[in-house]
């Protein structure tokens, strides 16, 4: 399912007032883990799946990136990625992520920010990153953390009088569609397991070079309601790879 909530003027809207939409990289929670794990950009072709507002394309082409190629489905998305950086190496193009087919050898970098959680086949998605990914190029992904996926409503256990208890894991092992709630709306995403991300890697060709569960920036914890309660499960799962 190819979904595109962010199209949609309300989820947009809702979307675009969030920190991490109005500030970039640095009121993303995992920015400070995922930063360490990105390789070298200079003179580097560079693909993001799922690009957004940009930010990632950003950092590339401020880190020396010959040229950056940004992917999204939405378009509202990629208009507000132009305004915010207008730049001769970077090309959004709006399309989903799954229908991508760039020729053999197209890209040095590939990188997709919780994005792959949307989408139904990990291993179908792999395959056209291989392809396009040089030899020796880097992928860098982030996700929801299957621990996070698993229960679908993707909320805590409250007693009553709306206190967190515990955050439910149940049908880890059963993958395919979850329907949760995000910014008041359902959003249809897909868990998987942690064993189906990694050997997927593994099976397709690349070398796993560092795999984070990040906790929140420290700065964050003290800003940001409610992100102490980050410390008690884990929300996303950073994974670098490299092609052999």
Known sequence: ??????????????????????????????????????????????????????????????????????????????????????SEYIQYICMPIEDIDFPVNSFDVVISSLVLHYIQSFEDILKKISKCL???????????????????????????????????????????????????????KYHKTLTTYLNSLIKSGFEITGIVEPEPAENLLYTVPGMMDELRRPMMLLVSARKK
């Not at 880097?138 to 679908?152: C, L």
């Not at 149940?170 to 949760?180: C, L, M, N, S, V």
């Open 134 to 188: 040089s030899n020796g190029g880097d992928f860098v992904f982030s996700v929801e953390h299957p621990i996070f996926t698993a229960k679908g409503l993707q909320d805590w256990y409250y007693d009553n009088n709306g206190n967190r208890l515990h955050w439910p894991v149940d049908q880890y092992f059963t993958e395919g569609i979850r329907k949760a709630s995000f910014l008041g709306e359902e959003v249809i």
């Open 1 to 86: 399912m190819k979904q595109n909530k962010y199209d949609d003027n309300i989820f947009f809207n809702k979307y675009s007032n969030m920190e991490r939409s109005k500030n970039g990289l640095n009121s993303a929670g995992e920015w400070h883990e995922l930063k360490k794990m990105l390789p070298n950009f200079q003179g580097k072709r560079v693909l993001d799946l799922g690009c957004g507002f940009g930010w990632h394309c950003q950092f590339a082409k401020e880190n020396g990136a010959k040229s950056i190629v940004g992917v999204d489905i939405s378009q509202k998305m990629l208009s507000e990625a132009k305004n915010k950086a207008k």
